[in-house]
């Protein structure tokens, strides 16, 4: 098995990047999520309603890189940094409510685990079975996998892996929600798999994995499950 794509995500639910290599640190891949969209209650902009998130579909307009001179959102009608005041009156206005790029502070922007990731074999069963987009970037996960087997991943749960110089702890599965069903980070989803995952998969598509050991990780390094 080998890492075939790298997903870095600078502002949750936006658009992400495509990493050749990606430093891998305590808190997961380095700027990952470190931002998100907060509206004046303080939920973050996501597709979905919780005690966290409320959802804010415009959000999916917009896709954040990382620039030299930090992180650049491009949406419908222009790029800003994020910082400048004119992001967060654009954001505002998509969104027909106050909002603001915030930076992580007590409430976490990941969910269950530091780091994504999701074999190649189970999305294609999902798609061979239900139809649809087998793109990875549906389940926006950070490390997408080449495997044979579908659900491969799931057996990695309570072991170790070792990706490139970085050492990962497979804490769980991870449970989807509307997020899969949507178009975001510029594919069309096509078919929903929401329903058909909740019937014959108990939600569960992709694990999240804890940090070990940090370091560097690439396109092409071999993942091995160690105990």
Not at 68 to 73: A, L, M, S
Not at 141 to 159: K, Q, R, S, Y
Request: glycine share 12%; aromatic share 8%; net charge negative.
């Amino acid at each position: 098995m080998e890492i075939v794509a790298v997903h870095r995500y600078p502002v949750k639910s936006m658009g992400g990047e495509r990493l050749s290599q990606a430093r891998v640190d305590r808190r997961g891949l380095t700027g990952d999520r470190w931002y998100a969209v907060a509206d004046a209650e303080g939920h973050f902009a996501s597709g979905k309603n919780t005690r966290r998130f409320r959802r804010y579909d415009p959000v999916f307009g917009y896709a954040a890189v990382t620039v030299e001179d930090g992180v650049r959102v491009n949406g419908p009608e222009g790029s800003w940094l994020v910082g400048e005041e004119a992001l967060d009156a654009e954001l505002s206005k998509a969104f027909g409510a106050p909002a603001r790029v915030t930076a992580e502070a007590e409430v976490p922007h990941q969910d269950a685990g530091r780091v994504s990731i999701v074999g190649t074999a189970s999305l294609a069963w999902c798609a061979e079975r239900w139809g649809g987009n087998s793109d990875p970037r549906r389940t926006r996960t950070n490390l997408v996998v080449a495997t044979d087997e579908p659900f491969i991943e799931d057996g990695w749960v309570g072991h170790r892996l070792a990706v490139g110089g970085v050492e990962l702890a497979v804490v769980g599965q991870a449970p989807r929600c509307l997020m899969v069903d949507l178009d975001q980070d510029g594919i069309r989803t096509g078919v929903g798999w929401l329903k058909p995952l909740g019937r014959e998969r108990a939600l569960n598509l992709a694990v999240y994995a804890d940090v070990d050991r940090p370091g560097l990780l690439s396109v092409g390094d071999a993942v091995r499950v160690l105990d």
